[in-house]
């Protein structure tokens, strides 16, 4: 059983920055690629970025791309979100994933709350 554990939210003022961590359980993390999702309330869970095994490819959505980098150390088990001139908009539920769209998701964390406020 994988287990990922997000941290790193918080409360922010608008054009602030956060990091939110990721940290995996078990001794595969780097067979597979790893994704950020969010949701904010009354609104559906969005893709926000995906990191490739090696984290040689990233893929981003285009809310936040630019202001966004998805980043993994596989030494640490861990994918990094660093999250740069956030708004108002990027108030969510951030979760991490394992897997990719094409492959499926099968685990997920218990999310981080991020809040920012105008």
């Known amino acids: 059983q994988v287990q990922l554990v997000e941290s790193g939210g918080g409360l922010v003022q608008a054009g602030a920055s956060l990091r939110l961590s990721c940290v995996a359980s078990?001794?595969?993390?780097?067979?597979?690629?790893m994704s950020w999702f969010r949701q904010a309330p009354g609104k559906e869970r969005e893709f926000v970025a995906g990191?490739?095994?090696?984290?040689?490819?990233?893929y981003y959505a285009d809310s936040v791309k630019g202001r966004f980098t998805i980043s993994r150390d596989n030494a640490k088990n861990t994918v990094y979100l660093q999250m740069n001139s956030l708004k108002p908009e990027d108030t969510a539920l951030y979760y991490c994933?394992?897997?990719?769209?094409?492959?499926?998701?099968?685990?997920w964390g218990q999310g981080t709350q991020v809040t920012v406020s105008s």
């Open positions: 994933a394992r897997g990719t769209a094409a492959a499926g998701y099968g685990y």
């Open positions: 078990g001794r595969t993390f780097s067979n597979y690629a």
């Open positions: 990191i490739s095994r090696s984290g040689g490819n990233t």
